[in-house]
Structure formats: structure tokens, C-alpha cells
């Protein structure tokens, strides 16, 4: 650019003008814009629930990860899915309707549907005592949030999130 010395004094000076009036604005719509590119959240993995791990229905269902519908409003989760680091593979069930700032539990083991919980339907745990990572995808397969965890009481690092003895908070 060409500009005589007063001409580029003025420019620069409008030019710092508007970046302090801009900055502020960009720094403060990070955040908001997060979250409309994630709507659903996972909030927490019931990883270990107390005792130990038997075969058993029943206790399988007591594990769970939870996810959050954070977006403003209503989602359609069709065709949103879950993983683990393993084999393991939840997809929500067709139809599921998740209000704005609702939860939504997803169970190991087998059970009934309903507006608050599904279940894996698979006779097993899914989410490793020792560590385990959870994906969650929407439906076009796009990864919208990874939580890793290491189990037991873990403090927050740039890896793992922070957990208990019994659940990671994501
Ligand atoms: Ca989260
Ligand atoms: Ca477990």
C-alpha cells in the first residue's frame, strides 16, 4: 500500500481503532459458537459402579454415560452413535427426541426405552474400570466430542479427563 506518512499515521490509527472495538467481540463468541457446533454434550461415564463386576443384568445396567443436549433446541438424534474404544457401537434409537438442556442415559446391558434412558442392548459392560475412551458421533458421522479417562481418581491432564473411582467427568 502507498501512503504518505500522515495518510498511513491515520490509517494505522484507525486501524487499531477497530480492532480494540473487535477483539473483545471475536473473544467473547468463541465460546457460544462451541457450543452450536457441538449440540450434544457427554457429560459424565458411570465407568465403575461400586463392587464388583458380575455377569448379571441387573448390575451391567447400573453402568452408564450420560449425554446432554446443549444446543437451543429440541434434538433429533437419529442415527447418532457412541463408541468405545473397543468393538462396541450404541446408536440412539430412531425416532430419539431430545429437548434442550435435557439429559439422556444410555445403559449398559439390556432394558426398555424410554423418554430418559436406552440401553446398549448387548449382554455386556462397555466401559473399561482401567480406562477407556468414548466417541460420540452425529449422524452424518461427524465426531463431536472425545473423552478419554484413565479410571480411578485421575485429575484433569491434557489426556484424561477428570475422574473418581467411579465416574469420569467429560
Ligand atoms: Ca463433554
Ligand atoms: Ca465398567
Redesign the pocket.
Known sequence: MLLSSPARARFLTALVAVLALVAPILLSAAPAQAAVKKPLDIVTIY???PGA?HARNSLRTK?YIRVKNTSSSTLNLTGYTIRDSGPWKFTFAKGTKLKRGKTLTIR?GIGKTSSTTQYWGAPS?????TGDTARLYNSKGKLLESCRYKGKRTKATKTYVRSTATTAYC
Request: proline share 9%.
Open positions: 465407568y465403575n459402579p463386576d453402568e449398559s459392560y462397555i466401559w473399561n474400570n
